[in-house]
T-cell receptor, first 111, second 114 residues
Framework: GEDVEQSLFLSVREGDSSVINCTYTDSSSTYLYWYKQEPGAGLQLLTYIFSNMDMKQDQRLTVLLNKKDKHLSLRIADTQTGDSAIYFCAERRDAGNMLTFGGGTRLMVKP | DTEVTQTPKHLVMGMTNKKSLKCEQHMGHRAMYWYKQKAKKPPELMFVYSYEKLSINESVPSRFSPECPNSSLLNLHLHALQPEDSALYLC?????????????FGPGTRLTVL
């Protein structure tokens, strides 16, 4: 299987919270990232968390990191239709200088 | 200006053509990246330039030839491509390599090889 795994699809109603999950396998990961990609567009770095942190909040976004379970999540509060996109998590490992991406989660927000 | 621009937006080429993709940034970043992204897949790193020197070549076939003429420009020269090379090609930049905490992506060039 892939080193970084995400569920393929998430559907929520406008105004609800969305939680996108990611699991990774390398305990030496230093930074973990969340990117957003809208249709036909490049990637936009949303936020990142350093591996010695449990939580990071940035406006409507909350990142939770459980190092013991190697689980990362992105919570989007008050989800809007403009949040519809594919969300990729990525890890940067201590041993290397490259990112390993998950397969992406497509978020669909229904009005 | 926190923008990475890429041209063209779309490109259709035959397997015998020679074409180039262009990427430009004016943020003073010294690292520039080329990624390839197939449909419904995450991006895959192809090349990294740091201070105008090729730092990373992820075993990319020689039909893809990167060039960094100056610190603001990054080109990807294409020759004798195959249909399976059809993908979205993304350029990115960051202050230094490796610095993914402040990496900016361009909108991509969608390439179709016939």
């Amino acid at each position: 299987g892939e080193d970084v795994e995400q569920s393929l699809f998430l559907s929520v109603r406008e105004g609800d919270s969305s939680v996108i999950n990611c699991t990774y396998t390398d305990s030496s990961s230093t930074y973990l990232y969340w990117y957003k990609q809208e249709p036909g567009a490049g990637l936009q770095l949303l936020t990142y968390i350093f591996s010695n942190m449990d939580m990071k909040q940035d406006q409507r976004l909350t990142v939770l990191l459980n190092k013991k379970d190697k689980h990362l999540s992105l919570r989007i509060a008050d989800t809007q239709t403009g949040d519809s996109a594919i969300y990729f998590c990525a890890e940067r490992r201590d041993a290397g200088n490259m990112l390993t991406f998950g397969g992406g989660t497509r978020l669909m927000v229904k009005p | 200006d926190t923008e990475v621009t890429q041209t063209p937006k779309h490109l259709v080429m035959g397997m015998t053509n020679k074409k180039s993709l262009k990427c430009e940034q004016h943020m003073g970043h010294r690292a520039m990246y080329w990624y390839k992204q197939k449909a419904k897949k995450p991006p895959e790193l192809m090349f990294v330039y740091s201070y105008e020197k090729l730092s990373i070549n992820e075993s990319v076939p020689s039909r893809f030839s990167p060039e960094c003429p100056n610190s603001s420009l990054l080109n990807l020269h294409l020759h004798a491509l195959q249909p399976e090379d059809s993908a979205l090609y993304l350029c990115a930049s960051s202050q230094d390599y490796p610095d993914y905490n402040e990496q900016f992506f361009g909108p991509g060039t969608r390439l179709t090889v016939l």
